[in-house]
Each structure stands twice: as structure tokens, then as C-alpha cells.
Nanobody
Framework: QVRLVESGGGLVQTGASLRLSCEAS????????VGWFRQAPGKERELLLA????????YVADSVKGRFTISRDNAKNTVYLQMNSLKPEDTSLYIC????????????????????WGQGTQVTVSS
């Protein structure tokens, strides 16, 4: 069983930066690709970025391209989401998830490919 725990969220002002962490525990050998999603009240869950197990492949949604980046440290079983130039519209619950693609270079862009989910960390950006 894989457990994912997000941290690093909080209340910041427009233009600030935050780094979120997604730490895996349990059966970490089953953690392959990892994606960062966000979901605001009344809105659909949106995939923002994803990274393959090897770190060699990434996906970045147009909505955050140029401001958000993803990285991972497999020795620490942790994936990071660096968010810069935050805007009020970035206010949301940020959730990480992992797939079991059993591929070191696969990057999932379909929500259905993600099997294990964290509870999320709230990010609020004030204007």
C-alpha cells in the first residue's frame, strides 16, 4: 500500500512562491509516475504537472507553464512542486497522485491512470 502526504501549502500574497512536497511511504517500490493536481470548490480536478519515475520526462499544463516546475528525489521518496509568481486564481487544494505504470519513463496525463492519492494541501493566494 502506498501513502502519499502533501505539505508546504499556506496563505501567501500575489507574486509569492511556494514549494510543495509529496512524500511517499509504504510500498514506495510501487510509486512510478507522480502528478500534481489541483481542485477548487465546484471545479474539476486538473492535472498541472507530472514526472516520470526516472525524472527524465515531464508534463506541464499550459495554465502553469513558465511558473510551476516539478522535480523528484527518489532517495527521499519525494516529489516537489515549485510554484512561482502565484496568482489569486491559483488558490486551490493541491493533491499529488502516483501511477503504477511499471515504466521508469512514463508520464501519465489521464486522471484515470493515477491509482494512489494524497489528501491534499491548501494553497491560498491573496490579492
Amino acid at each position: 500500500q502506498v501513502r502519499l502526504v502533501e505539505s508546504g501549502g499556506g496563505l501567501v500574497q500575489t507574486g509569492a512562491s511556494l514549494r510543495l512536497s509529496c512524500e511517499a511511504s509504504g510500498s514506495t517500490g510501487d510509486v512510478y509516475g507522480v502528478g500534481w493536481f489541483r481542485q477548487a470548490p465546484g471545479k474539476e480536478r486538473e492535472l498541472l504537472l507530472a514526472i516520470s519515475r526516472s525524472g527524465s520526462n515531464t508534463y506541464v499544463a499550459d495554465s502553469v507553464k513558465g511558473r510551476f516546475t516539478i522535480s523528484r528525489d527518489n532517495a527521499k521518496n519525494t516529489v516537489y512542486l515549485q510554484m512561482n509568481s502565484l496568482k489569486p486564481e491559483d488558490t486551490s487544494l493541491y493533491i499529488c497522485a502516483s501511477d503504477r505504470s511499471y515504466s521508469n519513463d512514463y508520464v501519465g496525463t489521464l486522471l484515470s491512470r493515477y491509482v494512489d492519492w494524497g489528501q491534499g494541501t491548501q494553497v491560498t493566494v491573496s490579492s
